[in-house]
């Protein structure tokens, strides 16, 4: 069994700063690509960023430069600083991971349960 649990989301005034963490546990032989997703009210789910194992990210678009993807792999933990928020950055963030458990050939994709995330003008 493999959990992903978030934590860090809440409330905060546009130009604001939070952290995410989101920390897998379980039976976990590797982890290879951790990230985040959010998803706002009557929208669809989108990456938000991701990093490899090796260290390499992704962004899109809309947060490069505000938002700062990290992990620490003796954690088995994936941050997500974020920036100068603004009020379209109101989500649900999700935390991903593709872990491969104890025991098993392939990996697999797991999702966390969420963490609200709201900007205020």
């Known amino acids: 069994q493999v959990q992903l649990v978030e934590s860090g989301g809440g409330l905060v005034q546009a130009g604001g700063s939070l952290r995410l963490s989101c920390a897998a546990s379980?039976?976990?032989?590797?982890?290879?690509?951790m990230g985040w997703y959010r998803q706002a009210p009557g929208k669809q789910r989108e990456l938000v960023a991701r990093?490899?194992?090796?260290?390499?990210?992704n962004y899109a678009d809309s947060v490069k430069g505000r938002f700062t993807i990290s992990r620490d792999n003796a954690k088995n933990t994936v941050y997500l600083l974020m920036n100068s928020l603004k009020p379209e950055d109101t989500a649900v963030y999700y935390c991903?991971?593709?872990?491969?458990?104890?025991?098993?050939?392939?990996?697999?994709?797991?999702w966390g349960q969420g963490t609200q995330v709201t900007v205020s003008s």
């Open positions: 991903n991971a593709d872990i491969l458990s104890t025991g098993v050939k392939w990996g697999s994709d797991y």
């Open positions: 990093i490899r194992s090796g260290g390499s990210t």
């Open positions: 379980g039976s976990i032989f590797s982890i290879n690509t």
